[in-house]
């Protein structure tokens, strides 16, 4: 079964604004990471934030966890139509086991 | 580097077929998983090695055979094929292993299409 669950689902937004995906999951982790996906592509890492950091940037991307609430959030800023694409978070199960979840589609639109 | 190499990019199968997905990588990388996406479900882990000569199961393993007798291949093999596999297929490999699976770097992905 499905560890993280990404919300909202599909997220639509103009050209310059802030974009904010969250996660949930279910178990204790190692770690955290997200990852994009553009149409018809492999996905491509974007960030990891381990059990005991709390916030966690890279550019224009923004990562927070929150391990008492077993949630996670990544906040892209001044989105561009480049940043269009469908974003996963991935949970890090004790055991060697990377758990994606459904996804969150996001259009920028310019 | 090539990275995540995977072949075929597009398969059709008859039910019942076999074939085998091809995934080789060139960073030496001890950790290479297998995953599935379908729409609306994320990724789905099949199986995952973390070394030579090491496999082990994932969430969906029914159905598909892997094998690990070098580092850098990590062939995936289906048996007997079905429509209920029908899917796009993913490798990834990592540098991690053990208690933490680092970053992982994806192929491209092999389309099968089952009829």
């Known amino acids: 079964s499905q560890q993280g669950e990404e919300d909202p689902q599909a997220l639509s937004i103009q050209e310059g604004e802030n974009a904010t995906m969250n996660c949930s999951y279910k178990?204790?982790?190692?770690?955290l990471q997200w990852y994009r996906q553009n149409s018809g592509r492999g996905l491509v890492h974007l960030i990891l934030?381990?059990?005991?950091?709390r916030e966690k940037h890279s550019g224009r991307l923004r990562v927070t966890l929150d391990t008492s609430k077993k949630s996670s959030s990544l906040l892209i800023t001044a989105s561009r139509a480049a940043d269009t694409a469908s974003y996963f978070c991935a949970t890090d199960e004790y055991g060697n086991k990377l758990v994606f979840g459904a996804g969150t589609i996001l259009r920028v639109k310019s | 580097n090539a990275g995540v190499t995977q072949t075929p990019k597009f398969q059709v199968l008859k039910t019942g077929q076999s074939m085998t997905l091809q995934c080789a990588q060139d960073?030496?990388?001890?950790?290479m998983s297998w995953y599935r996406q379908d729409p609306g479900m994320g990724l789905r882990l099949i199986h995952y090695s973390v070394g030579a000569g090491i496999t082990d199961q994932g969430e969906v393993p029914n159905g598909y055979n892997v094998s690990r007798s070098t580092t850098e291949d990590f062939p995936l093999r289906l048996l007997s094929a079905a429509p209920s596999q029908t899917s796009v297929y993913f490798c990834a490999s990592s540098y991690a292993g053990g208690l933490d699976t680092g970053e992982l770097f994806f192929g491209e992905g092999s389309r099968l299409t089952v009829l």
């Open positions: 934030i381990r059990s005991n950091e």
């Open positions: 178990t204790s982790i190692n770690n």
């Open positions: 960073m030496n990388h001890e950790y």
